[in-house]
């Protein structure tokens, strides 16, 4: 490939490939984690009573009305909150704030694949830990100099939970970096890490509307952290642009976290689907690391991963398939509904007993 001169100086990067969103209806979408269940019921009402008018004007900047739920409903001061749109936008400004240093950053190999291209984007040097044969982190890997951690828990795309001691001892171990925990799926029947944050000033916890919370398309994530990181954070945010999350937006969220309810119904019925799941899984033929998580990371003992992958989509069943190393014998399974489980099975009794 020839550049011009000008291209020379464009920040290349290879961008993060998200799921499938196919336009077709009538498909069983499972590949990118979304909940089958709408969002809280009161965020009906928030839409059908907004005054349009309101749009006339820029949002608040500090999204008041959606931290002051959030520091309710997590038991922290709002000082020690920040709110971006979705969690993606919330790590992304976490990496820029946080992992200056020349030291290189850590986190797992199979991992979410979005930590290599923002440690790109941002210049960061990073260094990747392997997890071990059942997809686990070994502690010791994050006692290592290092310009920061970050990981999920429980990790994606493995669904592993691991244990709060364990990250604590990371937490406490890494006095002089800060330390992330993304929390994408910790509603799904894991223990969070928030409490630990008022212990440990290098610890920032990230969770995200998009999964336990049935709100992918509204865009709201945020972490929990001692009041000076989220002071930081805030200062880069107001240095790029402060006006990223729009009313509506903020309103809906705040809605949301008020229905303790309907939050611990749903997600109640997605962790019993989830482990009938398992159990079918196994049935079949398929071994998986267990999962605390709203996904399943499977792989069957003969038939191969993208075969099946291919066989599902061609039934207009959309599960999630990597063809990188370590992980290109497994597929990622969305827990939908039960129904949409059902479907699944049913294809999948075809596909391996043809
Ligand atoms: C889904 C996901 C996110 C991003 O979620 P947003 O929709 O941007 O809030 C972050 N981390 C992990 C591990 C995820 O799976």
Known sequence: MSFNKWEENVRKVIPYTP?????????????????????APSVRKVIDDFDI???????????????????????????NIFVGVGSDDVISMAFMTFFNSDKPILFPDVTYSFYDVWADVHRIPYRICPLDDDFRINPKDYKTENGGIIFPNPN??????????????????????VVMIDEAYIDFGGKSCVSLTEKYENLLVIQTFSKSRSMAGMRIGFAIGNEKLIKYMNDVKFSVNSYTMNTVTQICGAETVKDEKYFSETTGRIISTRERTK??????????????????????????????????????IFVRY?????????????????????????????????
């Open 53 to 79: 008018s309101a749009m006339r004007l820029y949002p608040d900047t500090d999204s008041e009305i959606l931290v002051n739920a959030l520091a309710e409903r997590y038991n922290v001061r709002p000082y």
């Open 156 to 177: 994606a795309p493995t669904g592993v939970l691991e244990s709060v001691d364990m990250i604590e001892d990371i937490v406490k171990s890494n006095p002089d970096s």
């Open 322 to 354: 990597w063809n990188k190393p370590r992980i290109n014998n497994y597929m990622r399974i969305t827990i939908g509904n039960d129904e949409e489980m059902d479907e699944l099975f049913k294809a999948l009794e075809e596909i391996l007993h043809e």
């Open 279 to 316: 159990e079918r899984l196994k049935k079949l033929g398929f071994v998986f690391p267990d999962s605390m998580s709203n996904f399943i990371f499977a792989s069957h003992k003969e038939k191969n991963a993208g075969y099946i992958f291919e066989e599902l989509k061609k039934r207009k």
């Open 19 to 39: 799921g499938e969103q196919p336009k077709e209806r009538n498909i069983i979408k499972l590949n990118t984690n979304e909940n089958p269940y709408p969002p």
